[in-house]
T-cell receptor, first 113, second 113 residues
């Protein structure tokens, strides 16, 4: 299994541009989520999905969109990038909600200028 | 709101020492607690997962304990090695927040040869 994969690894955007961060898992996990990691703030939940077709907001959803059309993929869209969205983004998955261990991808480092 | 605190923020030890990393959380109603390791510029690697009904988990030189009533967990690393140098994060999954993980800010460990 490849586990949780993310593309790209690095990205530089100009303010106002849009882009999609890709996340895929091959473990048939129902639950997927996106976090951002910032110095002094730790990891914070952006959006999550408990299964295909079902998404919900996390702690810091503003400026981001998600969709879940398949079990495997959970892309994160930045609608109009802002410097405050400069961060490292991690995708995670687990078999289901509740007691299961979560697995994280390698991250995407995004800089917005 | 669940808050997770990790002490110390940074720790430097000579090779071979046994050491303890601390994690405390404010809401004892949790599904589980997970310890992760993060190397610089990399993703999160799951080390140990303790369910709310368990008191401890062990993997190799690592032992994690959980005391829900006092809101504490410790990660014990035996016979530390330079390869253990990394940031260690603890995260709790609370009942009311589905599968959302609430993270501490981590302990940055340096093991000197």
């Amino acid at each position: 299994n490849a586990g949780v994969t993310q593309t790209p690894k690095f990205q530089v955007l100009k303010t106002g541009q849009s882009m999609t961060l890709q996340c895929a898992q091959d473990m048939n996990h129902e639950y997927m989520s996106w976090y951002r990691q910032d110095p002094g703030m730790g990891l914070r939940l952006i959006h999550y999905s408990v299964g295909a077709g079902i998404t919900d907001q996390g702690e810091v959803p503003n400026g981001y969109n998600v969709s879940r059309s398949t079990t495997e993929d959970f892309p994160l869209r930045l609608l109009s990038a802002a410097p405050s969205q400069t961060s490292v983004y991690f995708c995670a998955s687990s078999y289901s909600t509740g007691v299961n261990e979560q697995y994280f991808g390698p991250g995407t480092r995004l800089t917005v200028t | 709101k669940q808050e997770v605190t990790q002490i110390p923020a940074a720790l430097s030890v000579p090779e071979g020492e046994n050491l303890v990393l601390n994690c405390s959380f404010t809401d004892s109603a949790i599904y589980n607690l997970q310890w992760f390791r993060q190397d610089p510029g990399k993703g999160l690697t799951s080390l140990l997962l303790i369910q709310s009904s368990q008191r401890e988990q062990t993997s190799g030189r690592l032992n994690a304990s959980l005391d829900k009533s006092s809101g504490r967990s410790t990660l014990y690393i035996a016979a530390s090695q330079p390869g253990d140098s990394a940031t260690y994060l603890c995260a709790v999954k609370a009942w009311v927040s589905g599968s959302r993980l609430t993270f501490g800010e981590g302990t940055q460990l340096t093991v000197n040869p």
